[in-house]
């Protein structure tokens, strides 16, 4: 009797620890076939064994609960984590800051101790694109500067003043083919109208309004067609606002190592002619005795570029490009823009260079004034002159870079140019560039 109950305690003991060393309910099994054999060969008694079982299934419960809420638990961690990481596959970010030292030197006419003038400057820019779903996309971007569409630079000045930020686009793309796309808000300009100088748009002008871009694949390579309408103002006193409408057709091609864009552009601007001088101009476009536009600016315009890889160099590229403007209504009323490039394609890793070099003619109303290089003389027409670029990449996305300008006064003698038609100005821009 003693030694029963001995082994029906040591049995007892035994089922314990190992109710306390079962990691999993899976194992409780198995004790309960221990159990069921133990009251059947008499070690212990039916009373212990429904104890015993009892505990058992109490603590396969306990178990499975704590599996549930642990599994719950890092289920909730994984679908959390998925969901981060799916909004954070949908935007992209982008952006670079420059900084830039500025010297130019303006001779005029009419004051021989013209001073020159250095500034210290920068220019940051942020953007975010979003997939809204498969077909449409959203971006929107920031960037320093002021009002100026043709500027993106904010100058060291004013005792340590806070700077302006301002919205430099927003737009929704919808591309609902791989052939189409189209975008309308305030959105970026070289997806949707070509060119490959900055003769007439300044490369921080990004156009309101809405456009389309159209593209096929052939035998001969790809040709493509851009349009749009671009707002240019709002007037709350009248119906007719100012508007700008465009078609481009273009075609590029590449054979071995040679490779080629081409592309012909109308403009169209309606409600301009005759009309108050839009936001933004350098006053040097003709005006009538009102002091409005004297002329349209309905325009033609041309656009090429040939290039070479592996010619002079291995792995560098070679290449001629121009534009050409011609507007239809005015006698100071063509521009165009020659040059050339040699060295990398694209300079964004260490050791990689690139030189180019381009000459620009913009007569007085040949375009509207508000929309050229605003380092070339200001943005402003009525101008001819050389533009030389060397761009060397210090390291991964560090680009160290050097434009200079020599641009002189060409302009008829009227006004606003009777008195000024021999200023000059040379700037000289050196900056580094940080991309991210």
């Known amino acids: 009797m003693i030694l029963k109950y001995g082994r029906s305690v040591a049995a007892f003991g035994m089922m314990v620890l190992a109710l306390c060393a079962s990691p999993v309910f899976a194992s409780n099994d198995a004790i309960k076939e221990l159990l069921k054999v133990l009251r ?72 021989a101790d013209d001073p020159s003038r250095t500034r210290y400057r920068y220019r940051l820019r942020l953007g975010a694109v979003g997939e809204v779903n498969d077909d449409v996309k959203v971006g929107l971007g920031f960037a320093s500067g002021s009002d100026d569409p043709t500027s993106t630079n904010e100058t ?29 808000g305030k959105f970026k300009r070289k997806a949707y109208l070509w060119a490959p100088t900055d003769l007439i748009w300044d490369g921080d002008i990004n156009p309101e309004g809405l456009s389309v871009h159209l593209h096929t694949d052939n035998a001969a390579g790809t040709s493509y067609a851009n349009a749009g309408i671009w707002i240019l103002d709002e007037e709350s006193g009248s119906k007719d606002d100012p508007f700008m409408k465009y078609i481009q057709l273009g ?65 560098k590229v070679f290449a001629v490009f121009g534009d050409y403007i011609k507007n239809s209504d005015s006698e100071e009323d063509k521009g165009y823009a020659l040059g050339f490039k040699f060295g990398d394609k694209k300079v964004s890793n260490r050791h990689q260079w690139q030189f180019k070099y381009v000459y620009a003619d913009l007569e007085q109303d040949a375009f509207l004034d508000n929309f050229p290089d ?62 991210f």
């Open 40 to 111: 059947d060969n008499g070690t212990i008694s039916e009373q212990a064994y429904s104890v015993l079982k009892n505990s058992v299934d109490a603590d396969a419960e306990r178990t499975h609960a704590e599996m549930e809420k642990t599994t719950d638990q890092k289920l909730a961690k994984i679908v959390q984590a998925d969901g981060k990481k799916q909004w954070a596959e949908k935007i992209k970010l982008k952006g670079d800051l420059r900084l830039r030292r500025q010297y130019e030197k303006v001779d005029d006419a009419d004051n």
């Open 156 to 184: 060291l000045d004013d005792t340590f003043s806070t700077k302006d930020v301002r919205l430099d686009y927003a737009y929704a793309q919808w591309q609902p083919v791989d052939y189409a796309k189209v975008v309308a």
């Open 251 to 315: 075609h590029k091609f590449k054979i071995d190592n040679i490779y080629a864009n081409v592309a012909g552009a109308l403009y169209r601007f309606d409600d301009v002619e005759g009309e108050p001088l839009l936001d933004n101009i350098r006053d040097t476009n003709t005006v009538n005795a009102d002091g409005n536009y004297q002329y349209d600016y309905d325009s033609l315009g041309l656009s090429a570029e040939l290039g070479m890889q592996d010619v002079f160099m291995s792995g």
């Open 374 to 435: 605003s380092d070339r003389f200001g943005g402003e027409t009525a101008i001819k002159g050389s533009e030389f670029i060397f761009n060397y990449g210090l390291h991964k996305n560090v680009v160290f870079g050097i434009d200079y300008y020599d641009t002189e006064r060409d302009a008829p003698d009227a006004a606003p140019f009777a008195s000024n038609d021999d200023d000059q100005q040379k700037v000289l821009q050196t900056d580094v560039v940080f991309k």
